[in-house]
């Protein structure tokens, strides 16, 4: 794998119009110690280039072809762990963009493996959820994860960063096997409510299971498979929305 110093630009790519490259300077490095034990790392890919070029050949990268999950920023670093560790016969593949979220989750992902004996592969990819289209190839996925990302407020100036937009709708539905789902969590209720008025208008995935109190309308609730930030709401008794999509 090239893990390799960026100069601070969208850069221009012959294939992909424009590839994101970051600038990290020697003081930044100093400065936050995870820089440079991502950069080393087998298991996380930082060249959005080489990333993408991946799209329809991740079974030869994780040599074998067992289905994909893919998580969307679904915490800190202990849900991605723990599904690793408890579902066998699956690959991972994990969005993040901070140096820190990505050394912990594959320190601890690699703990929980080694301590399970589990020989699931991983990787976790330092790139936005815009760029499903770009990495992934048509039906290449089977369960994806999105849970509690940022509401952004509640003007429409910030509304229009939320991760659900209708081209990450279609984008997604492409990317995904028939018959397999897109699973969503939030504690915010307005995002929750816009965000189903979206997909009903796209109208493509259809809804399996829908909730606005996950933990006491469900029989899908386990206290050990719950996000960090899931914990907290627990602890404040703020009730978690979770709705189930199929494609």
Do not use: C
């Not at 890919?45 to 991946?54: A, C, D, V, Y």
């Not at 066998?88 to 301590?115: C, P, S, V």
């Amino acid at each position: 794998m090239d893990n390799q110093k960026t100069n601070g630009f969208m850069k221009k790519s012959e294939k992909y119009w424009l590839i994101f490259e970051e600038k990290i300077s020697e003081k930044r490095r100093q400065t936050n110690p995870y820089i440079d034990k991502v950069l080393k790392s087998e298991n996380i890919l930082i060249n959005e280039e080489k990333i993408f070029e991946t799209a329809g050949n991740w079974d030869k990268y994780f040599w074998n072809k067992n289905g994909i999950y893919l998580e969307i920023w679904t915490g800190l670093w202990n849900f991605f762990s723990n599904e690793i560790a408890r579902i066998e016969n699956k690959n991972f593949i994990w969005l993040e963009l901070k140096y820190k979220r990505l050394f912990m989750t594959e320190k601890k992902t690699l703990e929980k493996l080694q301590t399970f004996w589990n020989s699931n592969k991983f990787v976790l990819l330092k790139t936005k959820w815009q760029n499903i289209d770009k990495f992934l190839s048509d039906e290449e996925i089977e369960k994806t994860y999105v849970f509690f990302p940022d509401p952004w407020g509640n003007k429409e100036s910030q509304k229009k960063h939320r991760l659900f937009s209708e081209k990450f709708i279609k984008d997604l539905y492409a990317k995904t096997k028939n018959g397999w789902k897109l699973i969503f969590k939030t504690d915010h209720k307005e995002y929750f409510d816009t965000t189903l008025d979206l997909f009903e208008k796209i109208w493509l995935w259809k809804i399996i299971l829908k909730s606005y109190d996950y933990e006491n309308e469900t029989d899908k609730f386990n206290i050990k498979e719950i996000t960090e930030f899931e914990a907290i709401f627990r602890e404040d008794r703020i009730k978690v929305n979770y709705v189930e999509f199929e494609k």
